[in-house]
């Protein structure tokens, strides 16, 4: 999460490390709408000094690219300072939020006592200033003004205050985050309901639906993630059976290219990034999407500790991946795909061997004994054309 800085950045950066060390340390309980079970999460996040061009505009299908909690710091005790300078950066920086309709943000009023002997002449008194900034801005949300007292002193008083304050930033970032992450999930259920309109974009739907797949497995839910990308992949194998039974998409004219790459899957990486541009471009073939759904999908069953389930989905893509390049009578140079079945199962095979351990593997060798015989029964024909196209293969398809 990208909460904001605003007000006295020096200030803030001379607390960010300890402020960032012990945000996620205590859980929060997570409570989702729709009846959901609530969840104990830690909430990490990574402040961005604040600038108006961060807020979210108009239409904004993002979770991940803008702060949600915006945040002022200030140690003033200065009569003369907050009228003629604090107060006015206050307001300019509330009426930023408010014209982008932001309405989630917190002042935190930092007491030092060594500022406060250096400016002994106007001081008020601490309740006095908590006033004004409630007064001038808070209104009837007086929860919005919080004081973090003597926060770089070894004492009782500084570590309840820094547990006083990290508590209400756990809250408020929870509420913002929940509040923001429901709109979002509203937004992307009406732009898969105009599914079959014009203009459509899988593609473009596919980056929305994953950037709360991201956000799930920021927050460790990776059960939750994992059904994100379960449901991309049974919406497009649902476009796909419907192709092959007469009903077309516009859409489905980019992933019936002819296959010009089969290197075969890809699951030494999290995310491979070159794939998801083609994926965001529009530009992906049938093999470049099922083979970066499938490394996700792939990524989050090892983090859930499922490695054999992530062979018998492996059988399963390979197979429906034939099916499908025929469905969509995608044109594919002769010994091809056996190739790309070839690599991909050593790849699946691989990439388990290096999540488990030799016990594991002989323990659950019927898991594994599917792929290896898939692999076996799919080389190239001819060994011709097999040396061919390993070559290719090796040198990038």
Same mark, same amino acid.
């Given at each position: ?313 492996? !059988? /399963?893509?390979?197979?429906? $991946?034939?099916?499908? @390049?025929?469905? +969509? *009578? &995608?044109?594919? !140079? /002769?010994?091809?795909?056996? $190739?790309?079945?070839? @690599?991909?199962? +050593? *790849? &699946? ?11 594991? @593997? ?36």
């Amino acid at each position: 999460m990208f909460p904001s800085g605003a007000g006295d950045q020096a200030l803030f950066t001379s607390l960010y490390t300890t402020l960032a060390q012990q945000l996620p340390r205590e859980p929060m309980e997570w409570r989702r709408t729709y009846g959901r079970a609530p969840k104990m999460i830690h909430l990490e996040a990574n402040f961005v000094q604040f600038k108006e061009e961060l807020l979210p505009k108009e239409g904004n299908k993002a979770l991940l690219t803008f702060p949600f909690l915006h945040v002022y710091w200030t140690d003033c005790c200065d009569t003369e300072a907050y009228r003629g300078s604090v107060k006015e950066d206050m307001l300019r920086w509330q009426n930023s939020l408010r014209t982008h309709g932001s309405s989630d943000w917190v002042i935190i009023l930092v007491e030092n006592n060594d500022t406060r002997k250096k400016n002994k002449t106007n001081i008020l008194p601490r309740a006095s200033i908590i006033d004004k900034i409630r007064s001038d801005f808070c209104n009837k949300q007086n929860d919005r003004c919080v004081v973090l007292s003597e926060p770089l002193k070894d004492s009782s008083r500084s570590q309840e205050s820094w547990s006083s304050l990290l508590l209400k930033l756990r809250t408020l970032l929870l509420m913002s985050f929940t509040k923001n992450l429901g709109k979002f999930e509203d937004d992307m259920r009406t732009l898969r309901e105009k599914r079959t309109q014009p203009g459509w974009s899988f593609c473009d739907y596919f980056m929305v639906q994953e950037e709360l797949a991201f956000v799930f497995e920021m927050l460790q839910q990776f059960e939750d993630a994992l059904v994100q990308y379960d449901e991309l992949d049974a919406l497009f194998t649902q476009y796909v059976l419907n192709f092959g039974a007469g009903d077309t998409a516009n859409w489905l004219g980019s992933f019936c290219a002819p296959v010009r790459c089969w290197n075969g899957l890809l699951l030494r990486r999290p995310i491979d990034m070159e794939k998801r541009e083609l994926i965001q471009r529009g530009e992906a073939s049938l093999l470049d999407l099922r083979s970066y759904l499938f490394s996700r999908q792939c990524t989050l069953l090892i983090f859930l500790q499922r490695p054999w389930e992530v062979t018998q989905r492996a !059988l /399963e893509l390979l197979h429906n $991946c034939v099916q499908e @390049l025929r469905l +969509l *009578e &995608v044109s594919v !140079l /002769e010994g091809a795909l056996d $190739c790309w079945v070839f @690599l991909s199962c +050593l *790849e &699946v095979l691989h990439r388990i061997e290096g999540c488990c351990d030799q016990v594991q @593997l002989a323990a659950n060798c019927s898991h594994t004994v599917g792929l290896w015989a898939y692999a076996t029964d799919k080389p190239p024909a001819e060994p011709e054309t097999q040396t061919a196209l390993a070559s290719q293969t090796l040198c990038g398809g």
